[in-house]
């Protein structure tokens, strides 16, 4: 009871569930999930999709809000409380968790600067005509440069940088319910409302429809395939934020009673949805650019960065009232940076405040200080370059492992049961022990596939056409230099125990 008392806490449960939702619901929606869909059987990946959810989603989400509730703590002092029961020293595993989200903070930023870029740019189309040449060429300048040899300075892309993080800071600055708290409840209602309004244009326009119809049309024979699952599966620890100590942050806040059972379907149910409105949205735009261009779909759609800097700006152009969907488009897209960017550093600052007994601002001038310094290496030539290695590696190998030891650590070394139980104990509706199976079995060889194909693909063939001397640095050092140092601070703390 009286660590409910001493910590800090949210004001309202709708004010948890916007800030988790804000959370989950990033740039990835909006970019990823659609071409993850259509590039992985339409209608039909929304079959395993939604098991995935079901399966791993949900389950997991339950897991982190209970640990957080329950042991009152960012991750690293949850895992160090966890071990201590059984004699195991666990703490290493928040502290990788905790690197993960900051090198996720420090270069997704780059993508919220550029967001802002071209939220002022869609006012007049300044994009130009050819958006593809304006945006690598023009704006991000990137010409021969590589992630270990950045070039200059970019003076227009650090400034944008500089106002995501200074309103991050603010948030962090002023706490839970005074900064995240207000920060989420304006900014998530504020998200939908504007995606609603495109849509609601949108669909309207000449081509929209066949947009649609290639996102939902179903091709019922890549249900067999096992990629198909495993898309499926990855997208749902991308997009939720579990795995990487957020999720554990946020429900350390959540008061003595709260409903853990129901704020994580809340939650999970919210971030799936909203996803599948990106969707739409992003296939009847590309709908009605194919019909305008005269093009196949296949010819106009792309994926990743490509999508948000380079086709939509192109669709915009062709858009009726550009300077109207153009800004609505790209606020949204700030808006839902900034919401995931707040929650991982949150993460972060917690850890420390934790460790130190560090008072919050101090640690939010510390993170958010270093944070911005060193995030300046991607307001340089070479910053994309250097985005797509570091997420390719933190992504696709650091996130992944640190989802799978969790799981395995929760699931077979702890009883699972007893996370169920303490849900169930304070949540108005009960889990049976379907949780216990998802959790044990079906998302751990789910993740372990994924994590073995990615590691055997990335050591055969390395990630993209990088230098190997760039992604043993910047990929499989960074990682090891992550892994090293959390194990000295479990091994520092093991000593000052005794």
């Not at 991050?168 to 209602?189: H, N, Q």
């Not at 250097?386 to 699931?411: G, K, M, Q, T």
């Amino acid at each position: 009871m009286v660590e409910f008392m001493k910590r800090e806490q949210w004001n309202s449960r709708i004010g948890f569930i916007l800030a988790a939702v804000g959370s989950a619901i990033g740039l990835g929606n909006i970019w990823r999930f659609p071409y993850m869909a259509y590039e992985n059987g339409g209608g039909a990946f929304f079959i395993p999709y939604l098991f995935a959810m079901l399966s791993a989603g949900i389950p997991f989400m339950i897991m982190e809000f209970s640990l957080g509730h329950k042991l009152r703590g960012a991750s690293p002092k949850i895992f160090s409380k966890l071990g201590e029961n059984y004699g195991l020293r666990l703490e290493w595993l928040g502290w990788f968790q905790v690197f993960i989200a900051a090198i996720i903070a420090i270069y997704y930023v780059a993508v919220i600067g550029w967001a802002i870029s071209f939220f002022s740019f869609s006012f007049d189309q300044s994009w130009g005509g050819d958006t593809n040449a304006f945006f690598f060429g023009e704006y991000l300048k990137i010409g021969d440069h590589s992630p270990t040899s950045l070039g200059g300075f970019q003076l227009h892309i650090a400034i944008p940088m500089a106002i995501a993080w200074s309103i991050t800071f603010m948030a962090i600055f002023t706490g839970v319910k005074g900064g995240i708290e207000r920060a989420s409840k304006i900014m998530m209602p504020l998200l939908f409302f504007m995606v609603l309004i495109l849509i609601g244009r949108i669909v309207f326009l000449p081509g929209a429809l066949e947009g649609l119809n290639y996102l939902f049309q179903p091709d019922f024979s890549k249900i067999m395939d096992a990629k198909v699952w495993s898309a499926a599966y990855g997208q749902i620890f991308f997009t939720l934020s579990v795995g990487f100590a957020i999720m554990l942050a946020y429900s350390s806040y959540l008061p003595e009673k709260s409903d853990i059972n129901n704020n994580a379907f809340m939650t999970v149910l919210i971030n799936c949805g909203f996803s599948i409105l990106a969707g739409v949205l992003i296939f009847a735009i590309l709908g009605y650019m194919a019909q305008e261009q005269a093009k196949p779909l296949t010819e106009v759609v792309s994926s990743g960065v490509g999508l948000a800097f380079v086709t939509i700006p192109a669709a915009i152009n062709l858009l009726p009232a550009p300077y109207i969907f153009g800004p609505l488009f790209f606020f949204a897209l700030v808006v839902a940076g900034l919401s995931s960017h707040i929650s991982i550093i949150e993460a972060v600052t917690s850890a420390l405040i934790d460790k130190l007994c560090m008072p919050r601002k101090k640690a939010a001038i510390i993170v958010c200080g270093s944070g911005f310094i060193i995030s300046m290496a991607f307001a340089t030539n070479g910053g994309l370059l250097l985005l797509d290695l570091v997420d390719y590696f933190i992504n696709n190998v650091a996130l992944l492992f640190s989802c799978f030891a969790e799981l395995i650590i929760l699931a077979w070394l702890f009883k699972i049961a007893d996370v169920r139980e303490y849900a169930n104990r304070i949540s108005d509706f009960t889990i049976g022990s379907w949780m216990d199976l998802c959790l044990r079995f079906i998302s751990p060889a789910m993740l372990a596939i994924i994590l073995v194909k990615n590691l055997i693909n990335t050591v055969n063939n390395g990630y993209g056409d990088y230098p190997i001397t760039d992604q043993l640095i910047l990929g499989w050092g960074l990682i090891a230099f992550m892994l090293f140092v959390s194990l000295i601070i479990n091994l520092a703390s093991n000593k000052e125990e005794l």
